[in-house]
């Protein structure tokens, strides 16, 4: 790496610098969506010029794809190994909660970036998003079809429905838990836990 790339602003290491630029994105995507945020606000948050933010990423799409993809590869991550460690199907859909709550634990507002509808229909931005979305939908259907079959329920399109129930269903709790800022990942857990043990007898 070259001393130019090296070397951030005000003396911070360049890598330090781009990502508290990521962290600002994430939160000022994520409270607005693409079509709503502000470069000259996240400049303000970080403390820098505008242009170093062209400088670094290039445009708002270099930065929302930046945010993006950790946003993605982290959930992604942390959900498929949750999946690949086992356990009861009963026990899954709570395990995979806990997996997203603790990732965005700190980083909530991550996650409306995999559901912005502001997003441009076309382009790098777009097929990220969308493939994001799609392993998304992709553990959710291996976990319905677990579940199912261990009830001895096997019709695809019942399971087809329930996967679609299922991201519905993430997708609320999280919603919801985005704007409780004094619930932590483990509160958020437990009550998810009282929720499915009232509701489904899990």
Not at 99 to 107: G, K, S
Not at 183 to 193: F, N, Y
């Amino acid at each position: 790496m070259t001393e130019a790339r090296a070397v951030g602003t005000k003396g911070m290491p360049r890598e330090e610098r781009e990502a508290q630029i990521v962290d600002a994105g994430t939160e000022e995507f994520g409270r607005h969506g693409y079509g709503g945020a502000s470069m000259v606000e996240i400049a303000r948050r970080v403390g820098v010029t505008k242009p170093l933010l062209y400088q670094y990423f290039g445009s708002k799409d270099g930065l929302y794809l930046e945010c993006l993809h950790r946003a993605g590869d982290r959930l992604t991550e942390g959900v498929a190994k949750t999946m690949a460690s086992g356990g009861e199907p009963e026990r899954m859909p709570l395990a995979v909660l806990g997996a997203i709550f603790r990732t965005f634990d700190h980083d909530r507002y991550a996650w409306r970036l995999l559901r912005d509808r502001s997003l441009p229909l076309t382009g790098e931005i777009a097929t990220a998003a969308e493939d994001y979305r799609a392993r998304l939908e992709g553990f959710a259907m291996i976990g319905a079809t677990q579940l199912m079959n261990a009830r001895g329920l096997t019709d695809d399109r019942d399971i087809e429905a329930i996967a679609l129930v299922w991201t519905g269903v993430v997708d609320s709790l999280i919603s919801w838990w985005i704007d409780q800022p004094g619930e932590d990942a483990d509160a958020m857990v437990a009550r998810c836990a009282r929720i499915m043990k009232n509701l489904f007898g899990w």
